[in-house]
């Protein structure tokens, strides 16, 4: 069975740096793009951002572009999120993707094949 498990997640000052990852498992992951969703409390789940199979197509929400940084590594079957210079609206829980394509632009939830269960982060201002 198919499975992502984030980790990384935790509670820090705005400013402050976190590193988030994404094991993933029970499929061949790096054969299709990945990426990063997050939901902060009464809002809509939102693209972050998403990373080709290869890793050489990235792309970022406009809200999180220069701060965040996405990666992957395929031999370990886990992907990141770089998160520096943290702000409070980044407050939210953050949800590993996977698609069924190896890359796409801007996906929507409705394209995600496979879920995190997700991990809370909570910036304080």
């Known amino acids: 069975q198919a499975q992502l498990v984030e980790s990384g997640g935790g509670l820090v000052q705005a400013g402050d740096s976190l590193r988030l990852s994404c094991a993933a498992s029970?499929?061949?992951?790096?054969?299709?793009?990945m990426g990063w969703f997050r939901q902060a409390p009464g809002k809509e789940r939102e693209f972050v951002a998403a990373?080709?199979?290869?890793?050489?197509?990235?792309e970022y929400a406009n809200s999180v572009k220069g701060r965040f940084t996405i990666s992957r590594d395929n031999e370990k079957n886990t992907m990141y999120l770089q998160m520096n210079s943290l702000k409070s609206e980044d407050t939210a829980v953050y949800y590993c993707?996977?698609?069924?394509?190896?890359?796409?632009?801007?996906?929507?939830?409705?394209?995600?094949?496979?879920w995190g269960q997700g991990t809370q982060v909570t910036v304080s201002s």
């Open positions: 029970g499929r061949t992951f790096s054969r299709y793009a």
């Open positions: 990373i080709s199979r290869s890793g050489v197509s990235i």
């Open positions: 993707a996977a698609f069924g394509v190896p890359r796409i632009s801007r996906p929507s939830t409705s394209e995600v094949d496979y």
